[in-house]
């Protein structure tokens, strides 16, 4: 670390910083265009199509049609950027970025491998040390901001689907952050703490001498509530009601074309990564590999070779229910969110509330 | 720092009353309450911060712009009749308001504890909070539960026709 940062006269600390912020926002912007792909092969390969095949770099390599993401982002940039007349078009400037940014942001507390001393500091693969006193609140902070994205986005396109869409998106939205909440609750206390870290190492070992200690096992209840709620958080099928493209053509983001609808699509994929890593280190052990106690000796590659495995398997399972089940209708969203998993969640935290007690 | 979180809180509330659309409007609060959880990381609680995002700016607000899309009346109506004593009366009282809340503020015991000792990182967790509100702010915290539930239970009495 010491020789990175002289090379580029810098602290070892900002130059630890720059290298986090890279892997980050190289980490989102790495896998949002392969997924995108592997969204587009995996509902073929599911519906029985054969999915796009057709791109080709040179007009020759056509790599089983990953180079499709390739050729939708030339399109992306290339096309006229319109504003529909009618439009607030400050809002409808302002919404992509809305929209784009809490995906983004979300990844900042989450420790990406394991903390590893050199030359006697400690650093830690997460963009916000531990003990910044924000932990785990700071992922559920900037998700509670997402959903200005799609309100602002709908609203300010004047235009009824898009309306219907932001309105159900907002209530939906806010309804499953209620459980998710009190889910997440009953980490912290088993925990003792709120720090992604501390969550992690928390998950090291065995349970019941057969499983890895990991939340999913030790919680299942709440792990049910938490991964129903992210996949609403982040307007995926079965609850993407802000685009219902069946019902409301594409909700709240008809409007949009070229690089806006692009952003917004990128922050889609930005949530759908944000959900698995939060997933990940709330109920799957994190950077931690199953069955081992101390990962003193393991280096820090694999640790975070373990994270992006665990994290990319669960956005793989975020396409598949996606491709699998139907959509809700509203009413029964309605019922799901508060009189099964409110009720589930809030006796999950009872339990082990009772559990703890001196 | 602090001159940033301020300005953008005080700008975010200003808009908030000058703006004549609902929704910029409250996209304006929105703004003001990023600035005021920014002031609460830099007094060095960043819990306080993160529930101010996720209770006001992430449920609150958000249901209250439902709301207003919902009512599907997105412009400030011109009043009828101009009052002028109204205007005269409200800054009269924004100015008296101010005074008492800048008074109040001046004389506390816990912005002179700060001026000796100023905050340095984050001193407020979640323990500590959590510490605070069931030992020190028993009472008070039953209160407001108790409230809001009676709050709640009166909007679902007033709402459905047939309990």
């Known amino acids: ?358 | 720092m602090f001159l940033t979180f301020a300005i953008l809180a005080l700008a975010g509330a200003l808009a908030l009353l000058l703006q004549k659309n609902a929704i910029e409007a409250g996209l304006c609060m929105a703004l003001s309450f990023l600035g005021v959880s920014g002031l609460f990381v830099l007094l060095g609680n960043p819990v306080a911060a993160a529930l101010q995002i996720i209770v006001y700016a992430g449920a609150i607000l958000i249901l209250v712009l439902f709301v207003i899309m919902l009512l599907n009346s997105h412009e400030e109506e011109p009043a009828e009749v101009s009052r002028p004593i109204q205007r005269w009366g409200s800054v009269a009282l924004v100015a008296v308001l101010g005074l008492g809340a800048f008074r109040l503020l001046n004389g506390s015991p816990a912005l002179a504890e700060l001026a000796a000792k100023p905050v340095t990182g984050a001193s407020t967790n979640l323990h500590s909070l959590g510490d605070m509100l069931f030992s020190q702010h028993l009472l008070g915290f039953e209160v407001a539960g108790f409230l809001l539930l009676a709050a709640m239970i009166g909007a679902v009495a007033l709402v459905k026709k047939n309990l």
């Open chain 1, 1 to 358: 670390m010491e020789t990175l940062a002289s090379l580029l006269h810098t602290s070892p600390a900002t130059a630890w910083m720059a290298v986090k912020v890279l892997m980050a926002f190289g980490l989102i912007m790495g896998i949002a265009p392969p997924l995108t792909w592997a969204e587009r092969r995996g509902s073929a390969m599911i519906q029985d199509r054969i999915g796009p095949n057709r791109a080709a770099l040179f007009g020759k390599i056509r790599i089983l049609g990953l180079v499709q993401a390739l050729a939708d982002g030339v399109k992306f940039f290339f096309k006229e950027d319109l504003v529909p007349p009618h439009a607030n078009k400050r809002l409808f400037w302002l919404a992509p970025l809305l929209a784009f940014v809490p995906a983004m942001l979300g990844f900042a507390v989450i420790p990406m491998g394991r903390s590893f001393l050199s030359g006697g500091t400690e650093y830690h693969l997460s963009l916000l040390d531990p003990g910044n006193g924000m932990g785990m609140l700071f992922p559920m902070a900037v998700g509670a901001m997402a959903v200005y994205g799609i309100l602002v986005a709908a609203w300010s396109s004047n235009n009824k689907w898009a309306i219907l869409g932001g309105m159900r998106a907002s209530a939906q939205m806010v309804s499953y952050e209620v459980g998710l909440s009190l889910a997440v609750i009953a980490i912290f206390m088993v925990t003792g703490g709120y720090d992604p870290h501390e969550i992690v190492k928390a998950q090291q070992g065995t349970f019941l001498g057969v499983l890895p200690n990991w939340y999913v096992f030790r919680q299942p209840f709440g792990f049910l509530v938490f991964f129903v709620c992210m996949f609403a958080e982040a307007n995926r099928l079965p609850f993407d009601f802000a685009e219902g493209e069946s019902e409301i053509v594409a909700g709240f983001h008809i409007e949009y074309g070229s690089m806006k609808f692009a952003l917004i699509g990128l922050a889609e994929y930005g949530h759908i990564l944000g959900a698995s890593a939060l997933i990940t280190t709330m109920y799957l052990g994190g950077w931690g590999i199953p069955f081992v106690a101390d990962h003193g000796q393991i280096p820090v590659i694999v640790t975070f070779l373990v994270f992006l495995t665990k994290v990319i398997a669960l956005c793989l399972v975020f396409i598949w229910v996606r491709w699998t089940l139907p959509r809700f209708r509203y009413d029964q969203l309605m019922n799901l969110g508060w009189k099964k998993l409110l009720p589930i969640s809030m006796a999950n935290l009872l339990y082990f509330a009772y559990r703890m007690r001196g």
